[in-house]
């Protein structure tokens, strides 16, 4: 057993063991700056050369399950607030950055409220 600690003692203490941890670490960084290249172009083509961008309420419910979506509803509609939780649900790599957030705060500041279902009944 002395013998196998001894391994094992030298495998966790060996620079292979660093530099695999270097190599993970950089390809998560690799992985979250295509996240945020892929959400920035997106992002930026809607707030940018669409006249009404796309409405994220329209699509929360893809991507989040239902006791998420209770807690965003919770939230005042396109709220900083609702908003950063809507990131902390869908973001689980912590890819997103300041100007990524301000996008996605932009795009919802930009979403239509919600239809009353009375004006559609006197319509």
Do not use: C
Request: aromatic share 10%; no cysteine.
């Amino acid at each position: 057993m002395a013998r196998f600690h001894g391994w094992l003692r030298k495998q966790l203490e060996s620079d292979s063991l660093v530099a695999l941890r270097d190599y993970d670490h950089i390809m998560q960084q690799k992985n979250n700056l295509g996240t945020r290249m892929w959400w920035n172009m997106l992002l930026g083509n809607w707030l940018r050369n669409w006249k009404v961008p796309p409405n994220p309420h329209d699509h929360l419910h893809k991507y989040l399950t239902p006791e998420q979506l209770t807690e965003v509803y919770k939230l005042p509609r396109s709220s900083k607030a609702q908003v950063d939780l809507v990131i902390s649900y869908i973001d689980t790599d912590k890819a997103i950055d300041d100007g990524l957030r301000k996008q996605a705060y932009e795009l919802f500041e930009r979403s239509p409220p919600p239809e009353s279902p009375s004006l559609l009944k006197s319509a």
